[in-house]
């Protein structure tokens, strides 16, 4: 049986960390990886992140049955232009770009005859970036975006979302312009929102010094996303420019109408729309029926001393959690964490056994036990 051969292109956060979780797979796999800078690609290598470095794009594509495009938005055409020629008939190329309405028509037309190209984009990230970041698990139980054509065949989907579950990530379809627009809401959005924030925080810090050192969990977990790289995000805003303005002037609609109320001194209303964003704010990250399985999601208060975290893994060994977060963490205070679960009985047990062992816990949206 011949090998399945997929490329990689591109070998930093997003390219590295699919590299390394298909490295992870049994089978007749072999990953075979390009970046353009040399120094990249040998700690690809040392990493497990790819089987095999290739000397050029070229070399990188030629017999692949899959090509991964992980480079910058601003490159993305000019490294499919490169490689075309090379692409076999049957072939798939994606990519892993965060706009999609751009490339679904300029893609395709410069693909030779029997090679199909599907965007793909992976809902999952980092402020981080580069190989030094990348992790097998980071697409794990992920929502993996695919944006086809109204003329992609069958077994193509059905071999990009096999893809998908290799890396652990959950397939989802969408049209591209669909697609850009819901990631402008929840992707583009809140990175510019953040980046304002910080921006008029510093302002605020120069008049009143101390102001940012005042700042806690709930200013360092919105602002996050803005320590990620300004030229990357540049080129991102840059592809998605009309999704995004629409959604900006929304924001802007929003902010408009606090400010109206407040100026007013019409705290009803500014008590209703805070009200409207809390109940919207208490499904999340639950995943509405049909669109994504649901999670089940308990949140534990912890102690802030060492091992903590380490001990309610512990007490949940025997228990598939699907996703943890840390929500809340003060220094001398404790905190909370997120765990989230596929169903409800492991819910139910895994509540029982933190009870049992002294924890405080809550069921999202339920009350403290």
Not at 328 to 349: C, I, P, Q, Y
Request: hydrophobic share 45%.
């Amino acid at each position: 049986m011949s090998q399945y051969r997929i490329g990689i292109i591109g070998l930093g956060l997003i390219g590295g960390s699919l590299g390394m979780a298909l490295c992870r797979q049994p089978g007749n796999l072999r990953v075979v990886g390009y970046d353009s800078e040399p120094a990249t690609g040998q700690e690809a290598l040392a990493r497990q992140g790819v089987h095999e470095i290739a000397v050029s794009l070229e070399s990188v594509v030629r017999g692949a049955d899959l090509v991964v495009v992980a480079v910058p938005v601003g490159k993305i055409e000019q490294v499919v232009a490169e490689i075309a020629s090379a692409l076999a008939p049957g072939a798939i190329i994606t990519d892993v770009a965060s706009t999609k309405g751009r490339f679904a028509k300029v893609i395709p037309p410069l693909l030779p005859p029997g090679v199909h190209y599907v965007g793909g984009h992976p809902m999952a990230g980092s402020e981080q970036s580069g190989i030094a970041a990348a992790d097998p698990f980071l697409f794990q139980n992920a929502v993996y975006l695919l944006t086809p054509g109204s003329e992609t065949p069958p077994q193509v989907l059905a071999a990009l979302e096999q893809f998908i579950g290799m890396v652990g990530g959950l397939p989802l379809q969408l049209a591209p312009e669909e697609h850009d627009l819901m990631v402008a809401v929840v992707s583009h959005l809140p990175h510019l929102s953040a980046a304002a924030l910080v921006n008029v925080a510093a302002e605020f810090n120069q008049r009143y010094p101390g102001t940012l050192a005042l700042a806690a969990g709930g200013f360092h977990d919105t602002t996050r996303v803005a320590m990620g790289s300004p030229v990357l995000w540049r080129e991102i805003f840059a592809s998605n420019r009309a999704s995004l303005l629409r959604v900006l002037k929304a924001m802007h609609g929003e902010l408009a109408a606090f400010i109206a109320a407040l100026s007013a001194g019409e705290m009803a209303e500014v008590e209703a729309r805070l009200e409207r964003a809390t109940v919207i704010r208490r499904e999340l990250p639950a995943r509405k029926k049909g669109f994504l399985t649901l999670l089940y999601e308990l949140v534990v208060v912890i102690e802030d001393r060492p091992g903590t975290i380490a001990e309610v893994i512990d007490i949940l060994k025997e228990i598939n959690i699907k996703d943890i977060e840390i929500l809340r963490v003060r220094e001398g205070e404790g905190g909370t964490l997120r765990l989230a679960f596929e169903d409800e009985n492991a819910l139910k047990n895994a509540d029982q056994l933190l009870r049992a062992r002294g924890f405080m816990t809550q069921v999202r949206g339920g009350e403290k036990r």
